[in-house]
């Protein structure tokens, strides 16, 4: 292979110009052999797609996604072997000659090369082509052109792969969406002066077996486009319980800011006594528009619904989050409260979010409490709410519903 042209391979190879490894290696062959137009196909039900296309001034003529027969273009011809992969000339090549679509583009040279899948399966060509013959196209132009191929390939290949494990991780979620393969556990929130339940946050648990964090499924149903639909699925059987709750306690329920401001969430609301829902809004992903979400969330607001605003003191929550949201609620994050009592830092933080929510009629949530020591200084802090390991882990409702049952007789007795 030409130098220049190793150059260009190790070039594309470490990293492509414009981001797009196969579009650059598309330019760089069709400039070394002089050539007006380089696509890679896809086969895809008996025709030929263009999925990437390098053809300056000939757009008008083909670009991505134009197709064609198989049965009107050279592929077959060439994976079977009736036509070469390279054609200095198609007026010397019978079978190319007789074919309408030589003389309706023209093609006066042609250089083909199969691109197959890693296990073998034909996926489309590599081509390039010209108007005019050139009969100085030799075979060392084929073996340069065969290894720009090799590396489309693989590209592709990687392409395919990441493309069957997506599909393959959105069978697994929809799977989990319709058969509801998840559990709801409850963890109890407390008034901790004195001790008494007020509310329960649902919280979502999936089978151990499939060795995944809830985090990990709920972000690959956003990348497969169902996370929306896994959200809705959670909450609704969340809500299901509300029922079973004593009149008194709240039921706390986590979903995105985007889902929340979809067509649907309000609807599935509906007919619920709101008054006892908290909605915790929570950073999967960020707020695009504060004032569809606000659009969303303003009737239900009106009709009882609390909002709260997670994972404050974490870094996801940032302060303008929680001026924009307006929430009712303010849950310190768990980083916040570990070892609050041992921490200066973490207390001074602590006191400015209690002492902003106190001036705008917030109440404060402490989450992940896991100590007598953290505990008894969220209390000095003036934190009236909370939950954690210490007071009660997440739970099956009925377990919950006793734990709650007890300390509330504990308490009375004591």
């Known amino acids: 292979m030409p130098e220049h042209a190793r150059r260009i391979m190790e070039a594309l190879a470490a990293g492509s110009a414009s981001g797009d490894l196969v579009q650059d290696a598309l330019e760089a062959i069709r400039k070394h ?6 696509y890679l ?26 197709s064609q027969s198989l049965e009107d273009v050279y592929c077959n011809h060439i994976l079977e072997g009736r036509l070469p992969e390279l054609i200095p000339n198609t007026a010397k090549e019978p079978l190319a000659r007789a074919m309408p679509i030589t003389d309706a583009v023209p093609i006066g040279s042609h250089v083909s090369i199969p691109i197959r899948l890693a296990d073998g399966t034909p996926y489309g060509m590599f081509c390039c082509l010209s108007p005019a013959p050139n009969e100085t196209l030799n075979d060392r132009d084929l073996q340069t052109m065969k290894m720009f191929a090799d590396l489309a390939a693989r590209h592709v290949s990687e392409e395919q792969a990441a493309k069957t494990a997506k599909q393959r991780t959105a069978e697994r979620i929809r799977r989990a969406i319709d058969t509801q393969a998840f559990r709801i556990a409850y963890q109890p929130i407390w008034n901790l002066n004195p001790l008494r339940p007020v509310g329960m946050e ?28 896994l959200e809705m699925a959670v909450i609704r059987k969340a809500l299901e319980s509300l029922p079973s709750l004593p009149e008194d ?25 709101l008054k006892r829902v908290v909605l915790e809004i ?4 960020r707020v695009e528009d504060y004032r569809a979400l606000d659009r969303v969330l303003a009737p239900l607001r009106a009709s009882g619904l609390r909002v709260a605003v997670d994972d404050a003191g974490a870094g996801y929550a940032s302060l303008q989050h929680i001026v924009q949201l307006r929430p009712n609620l303010i849950k310190l994050d ?10 200066r830092a973490r207390r001074s933080l602590a006191a400015a979010l209690i002492f902003f929510a106190a001036e705008t009629g917030t109440r404060i949530v402490a989450e992940g409490i896991e100590t007598e020591g953290e505990l008894n200084s969220l209390m000095a802090l003036g934190v009236a709410s909370g939950q954690g390991y210490l007071l009660g882990r997440p739970v099956p409702l009925a377990d919950a519903i006793e734990l709650c049952a007890k300390r509330t007789d504990r308490q009375a007795q004591g």
């Open 33 to 38: 052999l002089g050539m007006e137009v380089a």
């Open 41 to 66: 196909s896809e086969f895809v039900d008996g025709r030929s797609v263009f999925r990437r296309v390098d053809a300056p001034g000939l757009e008008h003529l083909i670009k991505p996604g134009d």
């Open 202 to 229: 649902a919280l979502c648990r999936f089978d151990e077996n499939s060795g995944q964090t809830p985090d990990i499924w709920f972000r690959e149903a956003d990348e497969a486009g169902l996370g929306a639909e």
């Open 249 to 273: 306690v709240y039921l706390s329920v986590n979903a995105s800011p985007g889902m929340v401001a979809g067509d649907t969430f309000a609807g599935m609301l509906e007919s619920l006594p």
């Open 282 to 285: 929570t950073e999967h992903a």
């Open 334 to 343: 768990m980083t916040l409260t570990r070892d609050i009592d041992k921490d």
